[in-house]
């Protein structure tokens, strides 16, 4: 099992920047790919952004590349998003995944999220 702890969300103004963190712990994570997504009220979970276990591929939803930046630390088990130029678009509760099996790029492992507020 993998568990995985998300931290850093909050309540931010149209333009500004926050940091989430998300902490790995059990079953190693440094051959997974790691992930965010995000569910806003009212809609499906979508997904953000990805890193390949050795963090030299990212992946991006077409409305955040350019303003968020996914980066992983394989030696802290922690997977970071930075937010720049945060939309009210972008209000939702972000959560953190991890692959089950390695190279699939089926996320099966979640965080239990945290709320990100975009005031405009």
């Known amino acids: 099992q993998v568990q995985l702890v998300e931290s850093g969300g909050g309540l931010v103004q149209a333009g500004g920047s926050l940091s989430l963190s998300c902490a790995a712990s059990?079953?190693?994570?440094?051959?997974?790919?790691l992930g965010w997504f995000r569910q806003a009220p009212g809609k499906e979970r979508e997904f953000v952004a990805s890193v390949d276990p050795n963090n030299d591929k990212t992946y991006y939803k077409d409305s955040v590349r350019g303003r968020f930046t996914v980066s992983r630390d394989n030696a802290k088990n922690t997977v970071i998003l930075q937010m720049n130029s945060l939309r009210p678009e972008d209000t939702a509760v972000y959560y953190c995944?991890?692959?089950?099996?390695?190279?699939?790029?089926?996320?099966?492992?979640w965080g239990q999220g945290t709320q990100v507020t975009v005031s405009s």
């Open positions: 995944a991890a692959e089950r099996w390695p190279g699939t790029g089926d996320f099966d492992y």
């Open positions: 059990g079953r190693s994570v440094s051959n997974r790919a």
